[in-house]
C-alpha cells in the first residue's frame, strides 16, 4: 500500500475490530514505525504504554462511558440525537491499548528547536501517533484514537511518572473491514471541508 493510499483509507476505527489480538510480530512493527517520527531536537519525547489486561481495559472503557454521558449532557437535543447512534471507542473489543505519553524533560533543558514553540514537543509525540496509524493502516491493522477520558485518570490507570503526560489512547486491533466513509460523516456530525477552503496564498486572507 502507498503513503497516499494509506492517507486515503485511514479510519479512525470504533464497531469493527474482530476481537482478535494483533499478533506481537505486526504490533512490534507498527511501533517500530511510530518510533522514526520526526522530532524536535531529535528529542523523541513519547513513550508507549501498551495495555492489555482485561481488568484495565474495563476500567478504562467505563470511565469513558461515563465522560460520553457527560458530554451528550452538554449537547443541545439536536446536537444530542445525532451524537446518540455514533460509536466513540472500541477499547475492549480491540484487545489491546497503546498509551501514547510525552516527556517534556525528554532532550534535556535545551532542546533545539523548541525554545520559543514550546508546543513542538507535543506535536513530535502526535506525528509518532501519525505514523503508528499509516503503518497499522497498511499493515490492516485498525486504530481508534479515544479522547474522552480525564489526563489524572488515565495517568494514575497505566502509573505514568509524575511531570509524563498522556496524549492519547489508541485501540489497535485487527478488524473486519474500513469503512468507505469517516464515521462522523457518515452520521451526520460533521462533514469534510474542501481543499480550496483550506489553502490560502501568501497571506490567510485576501
Not at 504490533?27 to 522530532?39: C, D, F, G, K, Y
Not at 439536536?78 to 525528554?106: C, L, M, N, Q
Not at 491493522?141 to 489526563?151: E, I, K, L, Q
Request: some cysteine; aromatic content about 10%; overall charge negative.
Amino acid at each position: 500500500m502507498s503513503v497516499y493510499e494509506a492517507i486515503r483509507v485511514r479510519r479512525d476505527v470504533r464497531a469493527e475490530f474482530t476481537g482478535e489480538l494483533v499478533d506481537d510480530a505486526t504490533l512490534w512493527r507498527i511501533l517500530e514505525a511510530a518510533h522514526r517520527a520526526p522530532s524536535v531536537g531529535n528529542s523523541q519525547p513519547w513513550d508507549f504504554v501498551v495495555v492489555r489486561d482485561p481488568s484495565t481495559l474495563r476500567k478504562f472503557a467505563d470511565h469513558v462511558a461515563d465522560k460520553r454521558v457527560e458530554f451528550r449532557a452538554s449537547l443541545p437535543p439536536e446536537r444530542a440525537a445525532t451524537f446518540d447512534p455514533i460509536k466513540i471507542e472500541g477499547i475492549t473489543e480491540s484487545g489491546t491499548g497503546i498509551v501514547v505519553s510525552y516527556d517534556h524533560g525528554r532532550g534535556g533543558p535545551q532542546v533545539l528547536g523548541r525554545a520559543s514553540v514550546p508546543e513542538t514537543g507535543v506535536y513530535s509525540a502526535v506525528l509518532a501517533i501519525q505514523n503508528l496509524w499509516l503503518a497499522a493502516t497498511a499493515e490492516e491493522v485498525g486504530v481508534g484514537w479515544v479522547s474522552f477520558y480525564d489526563p489524572e485518570f488515565l495517568a494514575d490507570l497505566v502509573a505514568l511518572p509524575e511531570g509524563i503526560q498522556p496524549v492519547a489512547w489508541l485501540c489497535v486491533g485487527p478488524i473486519d473491514e474500513l469503512q468507505q466513509i469517516p464515521d462522523l460523516e457518515r452520521f451526520g456530525w460533521r462533514g469534510r471541508r474542501p481543499l480550496q477552503e483550506a489553502v490560502h496564498l501568501e497571506t490567510y486572507r485576501a
